[in-house]
């Protein structure tokens, strides 16, 4: 839990502009989760986050490493540690703290993403650290597969899907990306997705359904175990990022739930209502962190025909 926590309030402060206010309330609302930290290490923490979010990275970096000191283990820690040192254009100790969080989690996909990051702003290619990661974990592959996906290095994606033994999501994920392909060419892509959602008897849609029950019940905490699980398993279903933002935006967690909600826009394969919920939320979720500009943004995206 409380490695998970420190996740959720790390991944998007440093992309909105630090709110005092803000700040102590999320202090406040964590100290149920941080018991079995020191004072010290809390304090350090959090103005490590609030430094990297106004831009004053190398005070970011010290703090952190201070952190670092307190318990040498906390793979957050050094994930925060590889972020705040690619911000501040250090490469090569971005990438040594980026692999030493993967190597604690292989198979947390936010930390694969950080480091194929932190490779590609080198320039370097996976294969000068692949020796150095667990690259035979199944659920890393996968992964690395939706990394690629995600940022349209089709081919790439493709060579890893290669090594996944048709998976289940080696092969949902091999249908998108030819659809992808398809529709660069002008060609019309079919919407696999939907069309597999509609079928009653497919798990995506049974956990579909459960999580709409959940969420009209305002039944949040547990929508968030259920949506969080059905993403794991399924992370090419929109829907899924939907629910889990959704969960966290209503369990103080609305930075996460940025974060989800906008990875879940880059897979919807036409615009519809799923999209106006996405927006709406978002709107919802800038809107609690202060950022009025972000929020208002969003709420003019949505389509009122719809």
Known sequence: MKRIFFLWMGVAVSAMTWNTSYAQEEQESAEVYLEEYTDEFQENFFEALKQKGIQNYDRAID?????????????????????????????????????????????????????VSVLEQQGSPLETIKAQIPYENQKLKENLALCYFKRKQYADAQKILKELNNSPLALELGRKINDSIQGEKGKTAVPVVQQEERNTDDPVAKLRTQLEKLLAASDYKNALTVSKEALDTYPLQPYFYFAYGTALNNTSNANKAIEVLESGLDYLLEDGPLQNNMYRELSKAYAKIGNTQKANEYLNKINSGL
């Open 63 to 115: 703090l952190f490493l201070k952190c670092k000191q307190l318990d040498s283990n906390d793979d957050v820690v050094d994930y925060e540690l590889s972020k705040a040192y690619l911000l501040d254009k250090k490469f090569v100790q971005a990438q040594e703290y980026a692999i030493e969080a993967l190597l604690a989690e292989p198979s947390d996909y936010w930390y694969l993403d950080n480091l």
